[in-house]
């Protein structure tokens, strides 16, 4: 994959994938003159360019920016926040990846999730309008990964219900479809370390779970997470 950077004279960086009409773009202007702004910044994510040369502005206008929210600096009790502690438990929040169509001016604001990306395993959720069972409408993070149906579920009972069968073992996420039938989602690209070698009887309170071995990774391949079976031949 071949990238331009591009260094715009208002201090904005832009960069460009080559052969591909997706651009990000950082808007943040520096006030005083002499590159000594704030760390903080927008990544706007702009889908709508009709081709992949930086110096043309061509583009669609139907189709939305996005804007990469900060889990790291967003209040405790917004959506994103909470969305990205959850999602925490497959990846780093480094690679964990929430983006939002919504008009936002920092990255930190409480703001709508509308395409969720954990691109080292290979995982992404996009917002739909679900119908229930019951026949009401829900705006559930819908798994665009080929496990049609599925959504993030959100309920604390659908949790116990799956940590009773999991037991200690806690990287892992609920998904579930319009029955409410309960799938688990595991990451595949962390590697199982022992912390004691002294002889004594494994357990999961021994392992932990390195997720920056880069030889681990690469050698996964594309299939990066599990889903395992549903739960519903379970008491819910």
Excluded at 145 to 165: A, Y
Excluded at 179 to 203: E, H, I, K, Q, W
Aim: with cysteine; aromatic share 6%; charged share 25%.
């Amino acid at each position: 994959m071949e990238i331009r950077f591009t260094y715009q004279s208002d201090c904005r960086l832009e960069f460009c994938q080559l052969r591909s009409s997706t651009r990000l773009k950082i808007p943040r202007k520096d006030d005083t003159g002499f590159c000594n702004s704030g760390a903080q910044a927008l990544i706007l994510r702009v889908l709508s360019y009709l081709d992949s040369d930086a110096a043309t502005e061509n583009k669609n206008l139907n189709i939305p920016m996005m804007t990469l929210l900060n889990v790291s600096s967003a209040s405790p009790s917004s959506l994103h926040k909470r969305a990205g502690m959850l999602l925490s438990r497959l990846d780093n929040l480094a690679h964990v990846l929430i983006w939002s169509s919504a008009n936002v001016r920092d990255a930190g604001d409480a703001s709508s999730i509308d395409l969720v990306e954990l691109p080292r395993v290979n995982l992404s959720l996009k917002a739909k309008q679900v119908e229930t069972i019951d026949g009401k409408s829900e705006h559930r993070l819908c798994s665009n990964n080929g496990h049609n149906g599925l959504s993030i579920s959100t309920s604390t009972e659908s949790r116990e219900i799956v940590d009773k069968l999991v037991g200690l073992i806690s990287h892992f996420i609920v998904l579930q479809n319009s029955d409410n039938d309960l799938f688990v989602l595991m990451p595949g690209c962390a590697l199982p370390r022992r912390l004691d070698t002294d002889g004594t009887a494994l357990s999961v309170q021994q392992v932990i779970l390195d997720r920056r071995n880069k030889e681990w990774i690469d050698n996964k391949g594309e299939v990066r997470c599990y889903l395992y079976l549903p739960c519903t031949q379970f008491p819910r």
